[in-house]
């Protein structure tokens, strides 16, 4: 895929949804980090219901705390890995407030120190919170960066960098958003929606689906 193709297709994306952000719910750094450990193998809706309910009680790493694992996991318990999660997120807790003063860490490095916060948590955080121009490579960046021709790669980390060289710089604080919605909505996995999709004349995905239109 050349650089014009790459342009117009984020400049399509952008005239669409000027404003893309996470559908995770969260009204700080500390909340939306909570949220992105819980969303792992679990869907958006599932975890704003959860975080719906815990969040009124429990938006600080001390409220957290205070909660105690048990009590922790009562507002968590219908998301899936629950246990791993909450352990996760009480070491968190305490990481915050003894290195951190109780805020968000906003570098890469201390990021993912924390337990639960991989690369792509940690590129969520820094992205959305943050506003760095990150690419979180979850299955539906993967997906849509191999299928279309954007960013071919084997891995994520290797679709991560070739997203983050071939992109054009005005786009790169919101493409991570504009090509999770794509792929959530648009092109999904089992049969892409290509005859409602408005980037279709410059995908380079050779089995086409028009099916549903």
């Known amino acids: 895929m050349n650089k014009q193709k790459r342009y117009e297709i984020f400049s399509r994306l952008r005239e669409a949804n000027p404003h893309p952000t996470t559908e995770l719910e969260y009204s700080s750094a500390f909340e939306l980090l909570i949220a992105v450990i819980l969303s792992a193998q679990a869907t958006d809706v599932g975890v704003n219901k959860a975080t719906a309910k815990l969040f009124p009680v429990a938006h600080t790493p001390e409220a957290i705390l205070d909660l105690g694992l048990d009590g922790l996991k009562q507002y968590i318990k219908t998301i899936g890995l629950y246990n791993s999660k909450a352990e996760n997120i009480i070491k968190t807790c305490r990481i915050l407030i003894e290195k951190h003063g109780s805020k968000v860490p906003e570098n890469r490095k201390d990021l993912e120190a924390l337990p ?16 760095h121009p990150t690419m979180a490579v979850d299955t539906h960046i993967f997906r849509v960066a191999n299928r279309t021709g954007i960013a071919p790669g084997k891995t994520p980390l290797e679709v991560e960098k070739k997203l983050l060289k071939f992109i054009p710089e005005e786009f790169l604080k919101d493409a991570h958003h504009w090509l999770i919605l794509h792929g959530r909505y648009t092109c999904i996995a089992r049969r892409p929606r290509c005859g409602s999709c408005l980037i279709e004349d410059l995908c380079e995905y050779k089995k086409k689906d028009y099916g549903d239109d």
């Open 116 to 131: 639960g916060v991989g690369r792509k948590t940690a590129n969520v955080v820094l992205n959305t919170a943050f506003g």
